[in-house]
């Protein structure tokens, strides 16, 4: 962490994860839980919030602990060395990193429907156009920018753009109750309030962009190497972001089932298809200053997650060159700004990937939210871990009331919404994850395959438990896609099982005597040798 400038109050970090957490979901989230779960979708957004909630006080008090650049990527590997953390630091990667182009894609969704045909060429309905990724782009290279020379400028313009995200939801909310809410629309559309079923509801908690967008209350964890004062900003900066973006989303999601026009629900909710959904529906009820709005904040919105996201990627990259994953270069911190200039020049390369492989925002959204909840379930065991260590020579300057409870809640809440995530998502998102393998096996070889047994011992847990729950998910109900081997309601029941069984055998298998942090201290000793 040598380097790093402690430059960020509780209030800007609060805003870094407030403004990571309401970018493009809410925009498209609204639309998207509702053609999942119908009017239920707002209880999707409460379900999605209290789980969220659970899992990161988990990570708030490990920040806390370890005050690091790229702490999600570093914690697992703290408690169960380098196996373990290798998996759920790649999958953490591969989530957030993915999010920066996303971002990029949203506002030029949203710039699709302004009234001019050449904005029109730049969506088909699926994918970008070739102009429209151009355009994407340059958006990712200016949030590239933005983060380059410093994190002052970085918590600077994040502020101020949180600041305008909380008017332009909290307008459009306004605006549409006042102008056409229907009622009618919770009880009287095809199908009811529920109609696909709870089983619906819970669904759209793990594909809908709930989870991918409650997703940025990593960031102040990932920025807690730079926070004055971590015991007290990061806590607060990651509860307050989450409540207060979960209130915003249930209000947004309201709004929008009740304004939706009553013509279009002749067939349902399944089949609305917006382009841009409050756009849309601010020109149906001719609020036209609210679309003007919109468009606007399009730019805004994705823009801000965007920056946001470019910066707590280049820490993670940071940190798992720490943890030994990586090569040396990403570990350089610049001399004069204290940013990870390497890292971030290879997020920028494979933000590029990622950008012209997935075109569209729901189908990356979905994969986004699933390998989170990979990385996720490393957190609960590993702050459990830590409070059981008796002599570990470690700072504990917040521990968490009822986290013996809190913890094995959250392993649970992580479990059950991968299971809703339904299959083959699980499956092939989990297989994603083996793509990284290589890269731990060829720095492993590099260090002689020190203690490898010992590490491999201690993740061999995780990786039980991603197969166990591929195989709940295939054999699981056919309302999550499964082949309907273990009944609905049965099935939850199982994964909750199979998980506390594993959240028991994960605190069990960690390593003694915090060795995962030995592991690291010596390889920065070979570093410093070679």
Known sequence: MKGMKRNIGT????????????????????????SVAGPAAIWAWVIGMIAIMFIGLTYAELGAMFPEAGGMVRYGHYSHGSFLGFIS??????????????????????????????????????????VGLVLAACLVVVYFLINYWTVKLFARVNTAITVFKFLIPGLTIIGLIYAGFHANNFTHAPGGFTPNGWAGVLTAVATSGIVFAFNGFQSPINMAGEAKNPSRSVPIAVAGSILLAGIIYVLLQTAYIGAVPDHLLAKGWG???????????ALALN?????????ADAFVSPSGTGMTYTATTARMIYGMEQNGYFPRIFGKIHPVYGVPRPAMWFNLAVSFLFLFIFRGWGSLAEVISVATLISYVTGPISVM????????????????????????????????????????????????????LPVYFYYQAKNNWKDFAANFKAGLWLVVYLIVMMGISYLGSSKFGGTNHIPYGMDMVVVVIAALIFYFWGIRSALPSYQGKQDEQSNEQMKIAN
């Open 11 to 34: 209030f800007a970090l609060m805003m870094t994860g407030l403004g990571s957490i309401i970018g493009s979901g809410w925009l498209f989230g609204a639309w998207k839980a509702a």
């Open 385 to 436: 871990v830590f409070r059981r260590m008796k002599d570990v020579n470690v700072s504990r300057p917040l521990k968490i009331k009822g986290m013996p409870v809190i913890a094995p809640l959250a392993f649970i809440v992580a479990s059950l919404i991968l299971y809703w995530a339904t299959w083959p998502l699980t499956g092939q998102v989990t297989l994603i994850m083996i793509i990284g």
């Open 89 to 130: 630091g790649w999958a953490n990667w591969i989530a957030i990193v993915s999010v920066i182009p996303v971002e990029a894609v949203a506002s030029i969704q949203y710039m699709s429907s302004w009234p001019w045909a050449w904005a029109k060429a730049l969506y088909n309905g699926e994918t970008l156009s070739p």
């Open 287 to 295: 609020l036209n200053w609210l679309a003007l709005l919109l468009f």
């Open 271 to 281: 089949v609305l298809n917006f382009s841009s959904p409050f756009a849309d529906l």
